[in-house]
């Protein structure tokens, strides 16, 4: 399969060495603006790039007719519009906020927790993540998947702010720390005790690798897509 990579930084490096091993050809290796050009005629396009430039980025692609795999976080009030265009030009998209098998997992656990909390008296719930100081967005974009994840099945929250729980809004301590490649927490506290799921990335391969997978699993699709689609879960 031809791959070009939109956004060449800490991501996008990793992805080129997962995707050669893979047998994929590299065709692009982009750090600017995507264009039919320089885009090199691609099967699919993997995008981790900057929240500020990702909607532009994409919107080309799929005006171009190339599917587009994007983990770029940070620009998702922008999601609705890419979705209709890639339904328009006859495409296919996927976001994910987080590409690891292993985080996609806790998304589902997540769920179940939310679900058996809910009718459950005398718990705060409160979400944490750690990222690199690096990081450009706050909270991470997996960090809004899990609130969202439990708004679908506790009807008392409803939104996210930073920092700590108030009312319907479930609050997000975002910390910044050394070169963290990424660790989430959900914790459920009442007066005697604490239930905590926590995901803990080691390095940035699980992320890479599900890309690659992603996009090897879009190639010939149409539509708007996750990766609990890719997963089967
Ligand atoms: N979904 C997931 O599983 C994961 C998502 N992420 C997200 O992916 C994104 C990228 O992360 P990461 O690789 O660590 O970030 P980096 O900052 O290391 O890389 C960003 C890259 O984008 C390049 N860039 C700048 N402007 C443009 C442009 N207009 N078009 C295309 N590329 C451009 C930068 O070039 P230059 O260096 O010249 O500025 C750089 O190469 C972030 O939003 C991050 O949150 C990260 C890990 C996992
Ligand atoms: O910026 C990062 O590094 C990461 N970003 C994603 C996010 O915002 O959730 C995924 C991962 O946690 C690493």
Not at 35 to 63: G, H, Q, R
Not at 119 to 139: F, T, W
């Amino acid at each position: 399969m031809k791959i070009a990579l939109v956004g060449y930084g800490k991501m996008g490096k990793i992805i080129d060495e997962i995707a050669t091993k893979r047998g994929h050809e590299i065709v692009a290796r982009l750090k600017e603006t995507p264009t039919a050009e320089n885009l090199n005629n691609p099967d699919v396009v993997i995008e981790f790039s900057l929240p500020e430039v990702a909607f532009d980025n994409i919107k080309t692609c799929l005006e171009n007719k190339i599917p587009v795999i994007c983990g770029t976080t940070g620009w998702l009030e922008k999601k609705p519009e890419i979705e209709k265009l890639a339904v328009e030009n006859e495409t296919a998209f996927l976001y994910g906020s987080n590409f690891s098998l292993g985080v996609n997992l806790f998304f589902a656990l997540n769920e179940k927790l939310a679900d058996l909390m809910k009718n459950v008296d005398g718990y705060s719930c409160q979400l944490e993540e750690i990222h690199h100081v690096h990081k450009k967005d706050a909270p991470s974009g997996t960090a809004i998947s899990i609130a969202e994840g439990i708004f679908k099945h506790n009807p008392k929250f409803d939104a996210w702010k930073l920092e700590e729980t108030q009312g319907n809004q479930l609050g997000i301590f975002a910390i910044r720390e050394d070169e963290v490649p990424g660790t989430h927490s959900v914790f459920y506290r009442s007066e005697v005790d604490e239930i905590e799921i926590k995901h803990t990335a080691f390095n940035r391969n699980g992320f890479a690798l599900g890309a690659v997978v992603a996009a090897e699993w879009i190639k010939d699709k149409k539509g708007n897509f996750a990766m609990k689609d890719v997963l089967g879960l």
